[in-house]
């Protein structure tokens, strides 16, 4: 891929969804490239270059906002976070909760499905310690075949072996004859799907208690970190908490969050909102 | 170094999993089926934190290893590794009192998460 090429898709993917492929990650890029060109039977890098010169089509732009994002992740993945939304996020917040409301959760950029599926998982085992209301996980993500795999909520035996302890495996899931394993549909059923670009409005989805969006700013520009993370404040209910990955944090984006500091989890709340 | 006996048949399996932990604070000691893991228990010479254990071994497999532990009240937590995959038989070991499970085949970073939530610490050096 010559640097005219690789300007040309770089500069898409970044003005479509805000992610930045910068010069160190030109192979990476290529590399995904390579994906849409067997999808096109294309035998040169040139051929796709040219096909893509003569205009996107929308089936181009799904392929390419699909290979654009970094779909991995993990169950459970980081385990302060899940060890304290079990220990005191979900309780305290379930105690503060007017009868009759439902608890209403955000996994954004969900990918195939395993953040979402934790939290449910996590909310199930939580139903065997204390009273759990109605609750509703939103999961979305840009990438219309990340959704399609998080909907079949079916994972290969490596997939559910990462961050899945074995007891909730076999409690939660169904092991199928080709060694894949799916997920019971009571936990799949308490998760909604829903496609959404984070430069997209967010008003549509409704207020929420919990925003996870872990691993996701750090993939975009400055000005785009800024953005979404005031349009997710305006999601959050009052005293909702908004969580970020390990490797993210408030600094240089944003001062309307308070931090808070809990047995190794940081999570955020607006001051507004507090 | 955190020591830990792994009991497998198979010196493939023993290859592949001591090149996942190199350069980690992990040291392994290999038996190659439940006798000899017991043999290396009773010699004392070692402070076993873990044990990884193969299903089907010749000599004594892993369930009747496992059941031999517990009859000694050696209560050194245990990982099963093996490519049995079925839910009765994750079940049962569990039930039995094993600590975690890997199905093989398995990745590096797969053996260190498990190792690590097991262990409660990091082994990364």
Redesign the interface.
Same mark, same amino acid.
């Given at each position: 891929m010559n640097k005219e090429q690789f300007d040309f898709f770089s500069k898409y993917i970044e003005k479509e969804i805000g992610i930045v492929y910068s010069e160190e990650n030109r192979f990476q890029l290529q590399a995904r490239l390579n994906d849409i060109m067997k999808f096109y039977s294309l035998s040169t890098f040139d051929d796709l270059y040219h096909k893509a010169k003569d205009g996107i089509s929308s089936t181009f732009k799904q392929l390419l906002l699909d290979i654009a994002t970094n779909n991995e992740t993990l169950f459970f993945r980081d385990q302060k976070v899940f060890q304290g939304l079990a220990k005191f996020v979900l309780p305290e917040l379930i105690s503060s909760l007017p009868p009759g409301e439902t608890l209403k959760i955000w996994s954004a950029a969900c990918s195939f499905g395993q953040e979402p599926y934790s939290i449910a998982i996590a909310l199930m085992e939580l139903k065997k310690k204390m009273f759990v209301p109605n609750f509703q996980i939103v999961a979305t993500d840009i990438s219309s075949i990340a959704l399609e795999r998080a909907n079949s909520a079916r994972y290969s035996q490596l997939e559910v072996q990462r961050g899945l302890p074995i007891h909730l495996l076999i409690q939660y899931f169904t092991k199928d004859p080709d060694d894949y394993w799916t997920l019971k549909p009571e936990v799949r059923s308490s998760v909604r799907l829903q496609i959404k670009n984070l430069k997209d409005s967010f008003t549509d989805l409704g207020n929420f208690h919990l925003i996870f969006c872990r691993n996701v700013l750090i993939y975009q520009k400055l000005d785009n970190k800024i953005d979404i993370i005031h349009r997710l404040e305006k999601q959050l209910t009052q005293k909702g908490r908004l969580l970020l990955g390990s490797a993210e944090s408030m600094i240089g984006i944003s001062d309307r969050f308070s931090q808070v500091i809990r047995e190794g989890m940081i999570m955020y709340q607006s001051k507004s909102n507090s | 170094m955190i020591q830990v006996l792994m009991v497998d048949d198979a010196k493939s399996v023993h290859a592949f999993t001591k090149n996942c932990l190199l350069g980690t604070k992990v040291e392994l000691f290999p038996a190659y089926d439940g006798q000899q893991a017991l043999d290396e228990l009773a010699k004392g010479t070692r402070s076993f934190q873990l044990i990884l254990l193969d299903w089907e071994m010749p000599v004594l497999d892993g369930p009747k290893t496992f059941a031999e532990l517990k009859k000694q009240n050696i209560n050194i937590p245990v990982i099963m590794m093996t490519s049995r995959? @079925?839910?009765e038989d994750?079940?049962n070991m569990?039930a039995a009192g094993v600590s975690?499970?890997?199905?093989k085949?398995?990745?590096k970073?797969?053996l260190i @998460?498990?190792i690590e939530?097991i262990l409660g610490t990091e082994v990364s050096a």
């Open positions: - | 995959n @079925s839910i994750i079940s569990l975690e499970y890997i199905m085949p398995f990745t970073d797969i @998460s498990k939530s």
